[in-house]
């Protein structure tokens, strides 16, 4: 199984290039292979230096801050293998294969294999311009081909697959680096976050705020959460969000709320329809995700909270069934649309009224100008076509005019405002139909087999006698309070280990 990372280089690529041949590292590289560049680090930062300097018109290293954006200089991909599942040679051999595939023959690449881990991974450093010019863009798309590629190889030399990657906020390689070596604020930061989101008195995200900002954190609170520790003064604030799966403010949010308990089955018995459906499949999200199963590696705490919306979305519209959500959708796009129809023609009739305003006294002289008429007389009223087309003959008519365009003008703010609610409504809506699709087409009917038997054995426990209704309830709290216990163990460890 070969787990792909990406970091971006945007300066020092010597620094990087004697990192993965390991130089900087109590142990070197196992292997080290070069495709069109030296195996050496300085060798090939020199040779990387002179094809980057030729095309992309600036220094391979930074000697200054730059100004403006700064270029990625190099890629840096990390293949993790599970284990001891391959040998040295084979992990190597995988990444070469990987790198041509990917890249083809004109980019400048360094393989180095690391066997200093418990588990064998290969470090590749690939200059971001090609030989003959052509840059390779990072982005998505490029990293799903990436991973598709890497699995493509694996499955070739019968290596298990991570079929469903969790997709994390990707770092930066200098926080990467600060994390594998225990230095990282920002990993000191999302420990205590996590602490705290589980602590009785935290009930909002202004508690969890105070409580950051008693442990010893400055904290701006606006549209984000931007924390930085109070005792370094050289390091610049952090958006929450950028610290990876459950640590945007609605997620963080949602955490606080749920506090790791998933919905119970009573609940879930109080909806009824595709709605009792969802709050099913809620549930068993919560289990696998709050246990850690590896069936749900791929479940984000996004994901949670887009689950639960999606829940109250549907229950407070009264939707129960396919059918009712895409009535439902077309209606709020229908009033949406006309809502947008009806200012863009309140404007259009605006302009119109100013210009008969403007040109109203030209068009009634020349309108009823004395003597005979000439084609050219004809000519010079076409200007004025709109006046004509209003029925324009008098000053009474221009004083009309006026008194409509003071109303069309009073309506506008209010036609302009109902416009962008129902435009607010038709992009919530469409995010909620689309999650609901993505999720009909997933592993939601998985979901809804497994949790549906445990529905009707706790449905038939209803039925028995209150004695019995008893004890059922007793041993659901009691399960429950076991799986808080060992997940709060789980919690210690994780933060002894630390």
Not at 186 to 199: A, F, S
Not at 206 to 232: I, T, W
Not at 349 to 362: A, M, P, S, T, V
Not at 470 to 493: D, F, P, S, T, W
Request: aromatic residues 8%; charged residues 35%; proline residues 2%.
């Amino acid at each position: 199984m070969a787990v792909v990372k990406h970091y971006s280089i945007k300066n020092s690529p010597l620094a990087l290039l004697k990192y993965i041949t390991g130089e900087t590292k109590a142990q070197k590289a196992e292997i080290v292979r070069g495709i069109n560049c030296s195996v050496d680090p300085k060798s090939a930062y020199l040779e990387m230096s002179l094809c980057y300097e030729t095309f992309a018109g600036e220094k391979f290293h930074r000697t200054e801050k730059p100004e403006g954006k700064e270029h990625i200089k190099m890629h840096h991909y990390v293949f993790s293998f599970k284990g001891q599942e391959v040998t040295p040679e084979d992990a190597c051999y995988i990444a070469e294969q990987w790198a041509k595939k990917v890249f083809g023959d004109k980019y400048q690449i360094l393989i180095a294999v690391h066997t200093d881990t418990d588990n064998i991974h290969v470090h590749i450093a690939v200059n971001a311009y090609s030989l003959n010019g052509k840059r390779w863009l990072d982005n998505k798309s490029t990293l799903k081909q990436c991973r598709e590629v890497a699995n493509e190889l694996c499955k070739r030399r019968n290596l298990n697959v991570i079929e469903n990657p969790k997709w994390n906020a990707r770092q930066n390689y200098a926080e990467w680096l600060a994390r594998q070596n225990g230095t990282s604020w920002k990993q000191k930061l999302c420990d205590d976050i996590d602490r705290i989101v589980l602590m009785e008195n935290v009930r909002s995200i202004d508690d969890l705020v105070k409580q950051l900002c008693n442990s010893g954190y400055l904290v701006r609170q606006g549209k984000y959460l931007s924390v930085k520790p109070a005792n370094l003064d050289n390091r610049k604030p952090v958006r929450t969000l950028r610290l990876g799966d459950g640590y945007g403010i609605e997620e963080l949010q949602y955490r606080i709320e749920n506090k790791d308990k998933e919905m119970s089955l009573d609940k879930v018995l109080s909806y009824t329809g595709v709605q009792r459906e969802y709050a099913l499949c809620l549930r068993q999200i919560q289990i696998g995700f709050y246990r850690k199963s590896e069936d749900f590696n791929h479940v984000t705490y996004n994901e949670l909270r887009k689950t639960a919306d999606l829940l109250c979305y549907i229950h407070e519209h009264n939707i129960h069934s396919k059918e009712d959500f895409e009535k439902h959708v077309n209606s709020i796009a229908e009033k949406s649309n006309h809502a947008v129809e009806r200012v863009k023609k309140t404007k259009e009739k605006i302009k119109e009224k100013e210009f008969i305003l403007e040109n109203g006294d030209r068009y009634l002289e020349l309108l009823n100008r004395e003597g005979p008429w000439y084609p050219s007389m004809l000519k010079d009223l076409e200007p004025y076509e709109i006046l004509r087309e209003n029925k324009i003959r008098s000053k009474a008519d221009i004083q009309k005019a006026s008194q409509e365009l003071e109303l069309l003008k009073s309506q506008l703010p209010e036609f302009e405002k109902e416009s962008e609610k129902l435009a607010a409504d038709k992009k919530a809506v469409t995010a909620q139909y689309t999650t609901f699709i993505r999720q009909m087409e997933t592993d939601y009917e998985r979901y809804l087999r497994s949790a549906k038997e445990e529905l009707e054995e706790y449905e038939e426990s209803l039925s028995k006698p209150t004695a019995e209704k008893v004890n059922a309830k007793e041993a659901e709290r009691r399960r429950l309070a076991e799986e808080r216990q060992r997940a709060e163990a789980r919690k210690k460890r994780s933060g002894e280990s630390r």
